[in-house]
Nanobody
């Protein structure tokens, strides 16, 4: 498995921005499709954004389209989530996850396809 460490969470006012980063180590990073998930208290963990191994394909939760951008740098073994126009509903713990054994353009949405997870970083948006 690849080891994943998130950073960049914090407290921000509604309308503000945050940039989450996830640093990977261990296995070959480009072998993994990468996703950002979030989980709010009392709710299921949901996929927010996903990027393919090649970085050429991305996917987003409808509620974050146009506000969040996922990107990756395979040379630096990092995946980022730029979050703009944050809303109170975005408050959650955000997790970075990697899925192995997929095609270079796959953007898996099923959390069961992800086999490596970070520890999570808290994002709190105050209204």
């Amino acid at each position: 498995q690849v080891q994943l460490v998130e950073s960049g969470g914090g407290l921000v006012q509604a309308g503000g921005s945050l940039r989450l980063s996830c640093a990977a180590s261990g296995r070959t990073f480009s072998d993994y499709a990468m996703g950002w998930f979030r989980q709010a208290p009392g709710k299921e963990r949901e996929l927010v954004a996903v990027i393919s191994r090649s970085g050429t394909r991305t996917g987003y939760l409808d509620s974050v389209k146009g506000r969040f951008t996922i990107s990756r740098d395979n040379a630096k073994t990092t995946v980022n989530l730029q979050m703009n126009s944050l809303q109170s509903e975005d408050t959650a713990v955000y997790y970075c996850a990697g899925g192995l054994g997929l095609s270079t353009t796959a953007t898996p949405v099923d959390r069961r396809r992800y086999d490596s997870w970070g520890q999570g970083t808290q994002v709190t948006v105050s209204s």
